[in-house]
Structure formats: C-alpha cells, structure tokens
C-alpha cells in the first residue's frame, strides 16, 4: 500500500522530535547563582541562603550564593541585567534597588525594565537603634536619651551603618531629618563591621537590619533602643517602635525579592518561581528567617513589579524630604 504525503510529513516529524527534544536542554542545566548586593552576614545573605538551599533541592541543582556588595546594589545589578538571559544568574532584589533610582542621576540599567521579577522573600523592619554596653551603666538606655543627647550636642553623635548608598545609611539620613538633629553618620563595609565597631565603642549607636541584631540584643551584647517599622518585630517584642520611643513620624520597613535577567523566557521563570514558592512555604525556611523578624512572603511577578514601582516613588519621596542630592 502506497505511503500518503501526510503519512512521510508525519514519520519525518517523528524522526526528527527527539532531535527537536535535545535541542532543548532541561532546565537548570548548571548551577544557578543569586548574586546578593550585600556582604555576608546581613539579612539580605542569610535570607538568600535560606531560599537557595531549598530552590536546590527543589530543582536538582547547585544554587551558588555570591555577594557582591557595592553603593546603591549597582555592582551585583548592572552584572545581572546584562548576564544572559537563561535564568542561570538571578538577582536578590530589595528596596536598596528602589532608593538607587533616587540616589543616583543615571544608573546603567532600568530597574523596572531590565529585570524579569519572579517573587518577593520576605517583609521585615528595615532596621533596629541599637547600642553597647548592653549592661552596667549604659550611655544611651533608651532612644530619648540618645534624642536628647544629639540635641544638646550637634554633630557629636556618632551613627554606623553599612556603605554609603545602602538603604541603612539613607535611613540613618531620614533619622536626623526626622528628628531634627545634626549627627555623624559613618559607613562601614558589613553588617559584622557595624557590630564589631559598636561593640569596641567606635561609635555610639548604630542602624542597622534587625535581622542580625537579633541574636545580639538577646545575648545582651548590645542594647536595642527602638526599631524602625510602626509594628513591633515579633523576635524583639519587647522593643518599641521609634514612635512609641519619641520619635513620631519615623517608619521605615524593608523587603527581599528574587528577579532575573529581562528577557528570560516564560517557561524559566515558571520553574524558578515555582522553586521560590515552595521555598517561602517550607517550615524549615520559615522558621529560620522567622527567627530574625522577617514576614516570609512569596508574590507573582505582577505583585513584585507594582511593589518596586510603589519603592520607587516612596523612596524618591524620602530622598527629597531629606534634601539628598543624587550622585
């Protein structure tokens, strides 16, 4: 019996669809790496960690951790706005990436359309007042008196943060403004630096993440004086808000997200972002990240781009108020 064109076209399409299949490996194919804005030891890197160890055995490969800490989260940025689009270099986004639009008169990508957003991490208090000595005598006991103290002293208390850029130091701007008060602010490399300067008394308060102070305050290292958010942190209960400690009109709270390069296709971020949900959803990470005051929360693209574009504008706002000129 004759063979019909239809019936070869068939045969033939059938020849060639394992060809077809091999074509398109199966992703992740390699390692993944999120590349984290951040030094090690921040919540940024321990949440990043955290996701990455779950996303692992979710998708049958290595997720590297990287950080690549710089002003404004311009250097791990730029590097994953222009990696290939394969979904193989992933970018831990956070409000950092909102405020450098408004600290920076041209970055060298777009926030909003260089990046495809897969899922928020997590909500958490953008930092905590804390101070050293913990016990004894302690200089500062409570944010009133550090209020006081800048008020009678213009210019001679001294604030740590991390680097210059990061959302901590624009946070510790916003504090003077707010408050009324002329301070020294000084950057340090790390969040491990803040603390290690603290803790040697090189400077009298520092700002930072909650996070990583958390063990801290409650190893009666350091002393909490007030944190940043207008809802007490779940791990510090016991410390008020800057409101609450006399400072009304200081809210600041912050956020962590995953995003690739734009471009990536459709089908990539499916998997990752399915990865990520799983991740936020485990007990596991859920507890870790509990631990340091963080609220695990994982989103849709959508949710994650209309929050950035909100950060935007509210952080170019802060920026304003604060009268801070773009670099």
């Known amino acids: 019996m004759p063979i019909s064109r239809r019936h070869t076209l068939a045969l033939a399409g059938a020849a060639l669809a394992p060809g077809l299949l091999r074509a398109q490996p199966r992703f992740p194919e390699r390692a993944i790496t999120i590349l984290v804005p951040f030094a090690p030891g921040g919540i940024a890197d321990i949440t990043a960690r955290a996701?990455?160890?779950?996303?692992?055995?979710?998708?049958?490969?290595?997720?590297?951790?990287?950080?690549?800490p710089s002003a404004g989260s311009i250097v791990a940025s730029q590097a994953v706005a222009t990696a290939r689009p394969d979904g193989h270099t992933l970018l831990l986004m956070s409000n950092g990436n909102a405020v450098s639009v408004g600290l920076f008169k041209k970055l060298p990508?777009?926030?909003?359309?260089?990046?495809?957003?897969?899922?928020?991490?997590?909500?958490?208090?953008?930092?905590?007042?804390?101070?050293?000595?913990?016990?004894?005598?302690?200089?500062?006991?409570?944010?009133?008196?550090?209020?006081?103290?800048?008020?009678?002293n213009p210019g001679k208390l001294n604030v740590g943060t991390i680097a210059p850029g990061s959302t901590q130091h624009l946070s510790a701007k916003l504090f003077e403004t707010v408050a009324g008060i002329d301070t020294l602010v000084v950057p340090y490399k790390g969040s491990p630096a803040v603390l290690t300067a603290l803790r040697a008394g090189e400077i009298d308060v520092a700002f930072e993440i909650a996070g990583p102070m958390v063990p801290q305050v409650q190893a009666g290292?350091?002393?909490?004086?007030?944190?940043?958010?207008?809802?007490?942190?779940?791990?510090?209960?016991?410390?008020?808000?800057?409101?609450?400690?006399?400072?009304?009109?200081?809210?600041?709270?912050?956020?962590?997200?995953?995003?690739?390069?734009?471009?990536?296709?459709?089908?990539?971020?499916?998997v990752l972002g399915k990865a990520v949900r799983e991740a936020v959803a485990s007990a596991a990470v859920r507890e870790r990240l509990g631990k340091l005051g963080m609220r695990v929360?994982?989103?849709?693209?959508?949710?994650l781009q209309a929050l950035l574009g909100s950060e935007i504008q509210r952080w170019g706002g802060v920026i304003r108020a604060a009268k801070i000129e773009p670099e």
């Open 109 to 152: 990508y777009d926030p909003q359309k260089d990046f495809a957003p897969i899922s928020t991490l997590g909500f958490f208090d953008l930092g905590v007042f804390v101070a050293a000595p913990a016990s004894g005598a302690p200089r500062f006991a409570s944010l009133k008196a550090l209020l006081d103290f800048a008020r009678a």
């Open 51 to 68: 996701v990455a160890e779950h996303m692992a055995k979710t998708l049958g490969q290595a997720v590297v951790v990287e950080n690549k």
């Open 221 to 270: 290292a350091v002393r909490a004086l007030a944190v940043s958010s207008d809802q007490r942190n779940p791990a510090l209960p016991e410390v008020p808000t800057a409101a609450q400690a006399g400072l009304p009109g200081y809210n600041v709270a912050s956020w962590n997200a995953l995003a690739a390069p734009a471009g990536t296709p459709p089908e990539v971020l499916a």
């Open 297 to 303: 929360q994982g989103s849709t693209p959508a949710e």
